[in-house]
């Protein structure tokens, strides 16, 4: 997959730490470093909604399912 150049406003102490991280050479760059930010955040947030989901599945159901191999 390709990527795509975005303008963000930041805040400016955040930065600063931000641009900490990449001289102490955690990330290359402050993209790479913003983009590893954004791709865990995203998988909190798909993993905090899988916890709220599973609650709601019908174990028999999802065992019948899985019997009939579905």
Known sequence: MGTSEVAITIDEKLLKRLDRIVA??????????IQAAVEEKLARIDRSQLARECPKLDP??????????L
Do not use: I, T, V
């Open 60 to 69: 028999q159901l999802e065992q019948h399912w899985a019997d009939e191999g």
């Open 24 to 33: 102490n050479r955690l990330y290359p760059d402050r993209s790479r470093a």
